[in-house]
């Protein structure tokens, strides 16, 4: 892994992003063009990225990298909550907004931003990996998510939310590996051309969705500095101390990583706006931490060469 060509690809992402920001400044764009974008990329796009990956594994792929990747992805969504809570107590976050906080740490972007960056440093191939970990993002985002955004705890839970395309796609995907089934080459090609525009789509709905928020208000709110310094930088360190003596494959110990060290989720803006929770501050979380991501990933990533 070259570190360059990470700052590199971190780099483009972000300018990419900044195409969005300024198009949504400069009224090129509406802010609900940013909504229907967003929503044609998770219905379409990156379910066609995520099933056109299984194409990319290589044959002699290890069926047990596979299963540890499920128990990892388990195991991580079982033990965040107690550590999100254990952050929020440590910064002291107010009452009103600890579920929020919880959420954002407990949910990274591991979809709109965490596949463009994981096949960026990893190849196409990882992105199999990343969808197993985001089809546990969304068992435990639709069921614990929800229960923290919203006042009305388990009652405000969705099954119909199961069957969204990202799910079903991410089922399908791994369905597809296990039975060593791959699409005839020519719909294979159809769904890996349509997923290759989910990297700059989704960059690019990110900037528009930054664009509404005053960039100095998100550098007043003082607690997301040590914030960022905890999500992006100690968790991943840590959770590299700790996995690199169960994870014998450092190719799956990297994927791993990455995503843990991936920037706040958009979805905690929309399950704020959704639950009436605090929307500013949760644009303002995904704001600095997709920021930030353009060093601390790059850090993450020379640990790992």
């Known amino acids: 892994m070259d570190i360059m060509v990470v700052i590199s690809q971190m780099l ?30 998770l219905s379409i796009t990156l379910p066609c990225m995520m099933l056109a990956s299984v194409a990319t594994m290589p044959a002699d792929t290890n069926n047990s990298d596979v299963i540890m990747m499920f128990i990892i992805s388990i195991l ?46 990893f190849g196409e191939s990882a992105i199999f990996y990343a969808t197993i970990f985001n089809l546990i993002f969304n068992v435990s985002n639709f069921t614990l998510g929800i229960m923290l955004m919203s006042k009305e705890g388990r009652n405000a839970l969705d099954v119909r939310k199961f069957l ?17 089934f ?32 005053s960039v100095r208000s998100v550098f007043a709110e003082f607690r997301l500095y040590p914030y960022v310094i905890i999500k992006q930088i100690v968790l991943p360190l840590l959770a590299w101390v700790i996995l690199r003596n169960v994870i014998i494959n450092p190719y799956l110990l990297g994927i791993v990583i990455i995503i843990i060290a991936m920037p706040v989720a958009t979805s905690s803006v929309l399950f704020a706006n959704r639950y009436e929770n605090n929307v500013a501050l949760a644009t303002k979380g995904v704001f600095i931490t997709t920021l930030a991501s353009v060093v601390t990933i790059p850090m993450i990533a020379f640990l790992l060469m």
């Open 76 to 121: 991580f969504y079982v033990v965040m909550p107690f550590i999100a809570y254990l952050i929020v107590r440590i910064l002291m976050v107010p009452k009103e907004d600890r579920y929020l906080y919880m959420y954002m740490t407990i949910w990274s972007n591991v979809g709109f931003m965490g596949f463009p960056v994981i096949a960026s440093i």
């Open 182 to 213: 791959k699409f005839p080459e020519l719909l294979n090609d159809t769904l890996k051309t349509v997923g290759s525009t989910t990297t700059p789509l989704a960059m690019i709905v990110i900037g528009i969705a930054l664009s509404g928020i």
């Open 12 to 41: 483009e992402l972000f300018l990419i992003l900044a195409f969005g920001y300024i198009a949504a400044k400069k009224k090129v764009v509406s802010g609900n063009f940013g909504s229907q974008l967003s929503n044609f990329i």
């Open 164 to 180: 969204s395309p990202g799910m079903v796609s991410s089922i399908i995907a791994v369905i597809m590996f296990a039975c060593h």
